[in-house]
């Protein structure tokens, strides 16, 4: 009956047999239970009640294992085979009517499992709650717990697709009821159910966040919200358990939250929604990371519109609670900080003219990513400078995600700071300079040396120095470290030809800046020019560059620069032999601003010592008359073909040749011998070829190449008329004229020494023929010869030293004139024009007396035997004079060397030739003849005519 059924149930509640009277032990009494729910359901309260101490039995006895770690012995009775078959009976009704069972069975298991986890917290052997992992496992591997997540997975399974609400309830109760004890339960069964989990926790802890009225973040303590708010502290740690696997599920649930209350305001969960993202990105990083760079890309325009409308009836106040705490979060962003950071500032941007009607942001949205920016550059820099380090350059203690994002990004930011677009840049240059504080110093450095590569016109440039200087106050050696970064990367080749072309000419445009009123030895142009100066080596090297442009951008750099007060001899020629080579390149390329800056260059070199001086010289006069750059000034050069066509005739094989010349070997002097002068059909072999370029291109390289030269032997300040110096002005060095003269004779004629200089009488060039020969073909090929020693000759008394050649090249021409048969000198116009120059020359170098200088001004209307007279005479003046150094004195007054030409004697006799041709030609020659008395009248610079 009913009655004794009772008294039945009554007993076994106190755990006594109702047929014997014996006490029950615990599995006895399990047993009975799991009878009486099986054959009697409407008991299933009181079992289920009973039941919950048999596992709580289970789980003491396993705490007190872990805690003595006495896995060995048991500490209580082995219910194992009990718990199983408690699982087994309550499967079997979630199995046969879950409709029924799921909601009461899910319930009563997760009730069970909150009150276990709660009960034993405290207890040694369990981690601590924040230890969501620890726990887990610890749980886990108990057979109890385990048994009942087993029953509740089961039962939440059962009900998955009709109604879980109730099973998803029940664990939400419990979670709020037993949190955060409980929060291993709600992760495991999150990691089963994610989308259910995730969705329903979120839901509910909006509920909470919205019930306890935290419509906005306190930003100063913003993890003091799971405080007031009981359930938000679960929901961070839940959703953050679950992130490590179902980050995608997860912010496609914030996203969804995210824009479903954006709709139309009909509750108040609607308006908190936003407030709740933003605490809880504050309270889990993980979660800020998750949705920050998704979000920034779904603010779409009219997504920002809508939110303009949803925050625009909220209080002052909670608006500006709500901004700072969107920049506390900004600062804390590392996924995306880069892409939020050009979201801004483009959101930021005034709207511009041409845009389409319905696309704009409304101007509220504007105005707030515009406050946001400054807030955050404020709120940046706090963090940058306010730190507990006194040394600015040690690493900051403080860390911010944001700036640490933003250092991979440095070159983007230079990119478009350097656009100069209205207000973007300057918000982007306070960043840069923001984060090169923060990370110095590699961040500092990389930002100046990309501005420095990106920058191309001046206005931008301005930028790097308006960087530098506040740079500059905090950090030293900011400028040699980039300059090396500069080498570094240009000699690596991490950088392409074109930025390095683009970074040289930025650094000599800084060094060529007009230093300001207030700037001093320590402004940014001398400093740099002192560091380049430094890198003379890295720098040189480039002259040698396969591209022109990144020679001539080298080459500027170094001649504004400025040069060390002591450098090695081997790194100063190794600089002198690559800026002479980057000279001639320019000349052959035809570069206008590269020959400049070559020219400078050369000049400031030739400055630093007397020996680099003869370098330059000596290097710039044999690569002129070398024969790959004789051609730049009128000269020849051997077996050169003009057309392309025929160069591929000349690639013949020497066997080739040989095999069709003839099979027969070859005796010199015999009937066998054979002599190759050319192929029939194409005329005689091609032995050289003059290659006469444009009179006005070899006027031009001519006049550039005598410049270089003139203004390296008088310092820049050479005056053309020696007669007239000004105070300030400076004739040629005579040293460097001799450098010059040397040179010449040695590649002139190599056999000779410059101890010859006296000067032999004419019957000697009988045995000098072949010598003289060659002298004069040398000046044939070589026009710019005679330019040379015009310069020599205004260096006295360098000339005496080019005495060999100027013997043989006076030798031919009195041959010549004397050899010929014509009856004026006009019909061998190089020959006339040599006698000119060489009579000339001789007299500018004062080795002719000013009478017998002046006699070229007469040879072009005289025949030529007697030209030939004529410069026998003057070859009888200079056998009787040498032109010895020894004769020239110097004149301290205007810092020239002269020679008194009184001390040779009486030089009548050598002037009655003269006298005699002038007497002859008295009617074409009459009006000259005050030219030529002794003592002449003020003779004009040779030089100058």
């Known amino acids: ?458 206005e931008e440039l301005s930028l790097v120095a308006q960087l530098h200087a506040v740079l500059t106050s905090s950090m030293a050696g900011l400028l040699p470290t980039t300059i090396k970064k500069c080498v570094c990367q240009i000699h690596s080749g991490s950088i392409s030809e074109q930025h390095t072309i683009q970074l040289l000419n930025n650094l000599a445009l800084i060094i060529q800046w007009e230093k300001q009123e207030d700037e001093g030895p320590a402004s940014m142009s001398s400093q740099v020019s002192q560091i380049v100066s430094m890198h003379l080596y890295d720098f040189g090297q480039l002259l040698l560059h396969r591209n022109i442009e990144v020679s001539e951008a080298a080459s500027l750099l170094l001649s504004v620069a400025s040069m060390p007060k002591a450098i090695k001899p081997a790194l100063l020629m190794t600089i002198v032999r690559s800026a002479v080579h980057q000279f001639f390149w320019v000349l052959h390329r035809k570069c206008n601003s590269g020959i400049s800056h070559a020219t400078r260059l050369l000049f400031k070199l030739s400055g630093i010592c007397s020996m680099t001086l003869k370098a330059i010289l000596q290097q710039l006069v044999e690569g002129a008359l070398r024969r790959g750059n004789a051609r730049l000034f009128g000269g020849t050069a051997d077996l050169f073909i003009v057309n392309e066509s025929s160069l591929e005739d000349i690639k013949t094989s020497l066997l080739d040749v040989n095999c069709k010349f003839g099979t027969a070997v070859n005796f010199s002097g015999s009937i066998w011998s054979v002599f190759h002068a050319g192929i029939i059909g194409q005329g005689l072999k091609p032995s050289s070829v003059v290659l006469r370029k444009e009179k006005e291109e070899i006027v031009y390289n001519i006049q550039h190449f005598m410049n270089l030269i003139i203004q390296c032997c008088s310092g820049g300040k050479y005056h053309t008329d020696l007669n007239e110096l000004q105070p300030n002005m400076m004739p040629v060095n005579p040293e460097a004229a001799k450098t010059v003269a040397v040179v010449v004779v040695e590649y002139v004629c190599q056999d000779v020494t410059n101890s010859e200089l006296a000067w032999p009488p004419e019957e000697h060039t009988k045995n000098t023929v072949e010598r003289d020969i060659q002298i004069r073909k040398c000046f044939e090929e070589n026009p710019l010869l005679f330019k040379l020693l015009q310069f020599v000759a205004t260096g006295r008394p360098a000339l005496c030293y080019c005495s060999v050649v100027l013997r043989g090249l006076l030798a031919t021409l009195m041959a010549h004139w004397e050899a010929s048969r014509d009856n004026v000198t006009t019909s061998s116009l190089w020959q006339l024009h040599a006698s000119c120059t060489l009579i000339a020359c001789m007299g500018e170098g004062h080795l002719l007396p000013p009478v017998l200088s002046n006699m070229h001004e007469i040879f072009h209307q005289l025949a030529p035997f007697e030209v030939n007279l004529l410069l026998l005479s003057v070859w009888e003046y200079m056998k009787d004079n040498s032109p010895l150094p020894q004769k020239f004195t110097f004149s301290a007054e205007k810092g020239l060397f002269y020679r008194d030409f009184s001390r040779d004697g009486d030089i009548s006799k050598y002037l009655n030739v003269l006298h005699s041709v002038l007497h002859k030609n008295i009617d074409k020659l009459g009006l000259l003849c005050g030219r030529f008395q002794w003592p002449a009248p003020r003779r004009l610079s040779i030089w100058g005519h």
């Not at 729910?37 to 003491?60: I, K, M, Q, T, W």
């Not at 499967?91 to 034993?120: C, E």
């Not at 609400?165 to 979670?175: E, G, H, M, P, Y």
């Open 1 to 458: 009956s009913s009655q004794e059924l009772a008294q039945e149930i009554k007993a076994f509640l106190n755990g006594v047999d109702p047929v014997h009277g014996n006490k029950l032990t615990v599995k006895d009494h399990a047993r009975c239970a799991i009878l009486l729910l099986r054959n009697l359901p409407p008991a299933r309260n009181a079992v289920l009640e009973h039941l919950c101490g048999v596992f709580d039995e289970y789980v003491s006895n396993y705490i007190l294992e872990i805690e003595n770690e006495t896995n060995a012995t048991s500490l209580g009775p082995n219910l194992d085979d009990v718990i199983q078959e408690i699982q087994n009976v309550l499967s079997d009704f979630v199995r046969t009517n879950p409709k029924a069972w799921a909601p009461l069975i899910s319930a009563w298991s997760i009730d069970l499992m909150g009150q276990l986890s709660s009960k034993y917290a405290g207890r040694h052997g369990v981690p601590h709650a924040s230890s969501l992992n620890e726990l887990l496992h610890l749980w886990m591997s108990c057979r109890a717990t385990r048994v009942l997540m087993e029953i509740y997975t089961q039962c939440l399974s059962s009900m998955i697709n009709s109604c879980p609400d109730a099973c998803v309830d029940a664990l939400l109760d419990t979670s709020v009821q037993h949190s955060p004890h409980f929060d291993w339960v709600v992760a495991h069964i999150g990691s089963s159910f994610p989308n259910t989990i995730i969705s329903r926790v979120l839901s509910c802890g909006l509920k909470d966040f919205c019930m306890h009225g935290a419509a906005a973040v306190d930003v100063l303590f913003p993890t003091a919200a799971d405080k007031r708010i009981p359930k938000i502290a679960s929901v961070v740690g839940i959703l953050g358990h679950l992130a490590s696997r179902h980050s995608e599920n997860i912010k496609q649930e914030l996203l969804k939250m995210f824009h479903e209350s954006l709709g139309p305001v009909r509750e108040q969960q609607q308006k908190a929604t936003v407030p709740f993202l933003l605490q809880l990105a504050v309270m889990s990083p993980m979660l800020l990371s998750i949705i920050s760079s998704e979000l920034v890309d779904s603010l779409k325009q009219s997504v920002l519109n809508q939110l303009q409308q949803h925050f625009a009836v909220m209080p002052r106040e909670d608006l500006e609670n709500m901004v700072s705490l969107i920049v506390h979060l900004i600062c804390q962003t590392s996924n995306g900080a880069y892409r939020i950071l050009q979201f801004l500032i483009n959101t930021a941007m005034p709207a511009s003219v041409i845009t389409t009607p319905g696309l704009a942001v409304h101007d509220g949205v504007r105005e707030a990513c515009d406050k946001i920016i400054q807030l955050l550059l404020l709120n940046l820099q706090k963090l940058v400078y306010n730190r507990t380090s006194t040394n600015l350059i040690d690493p900051a203690p403080r860390v911010v995600p944001f700036l640490d994002e933003l250092k991979n990004h440095i070159k983007d930011l230079c990119i478009e700071t350097l656009k100069l677009e209205r207000k973007r840049y300057l918000w982007q240059h306070q960043l840069l300079g923001l984060l090169s504080v923060y990370c110095n110093p590699s961040c500092a450095t990389d930002a100046i040396f990309y501005m420095l590569t990106l920058a191309k016109t001046q």
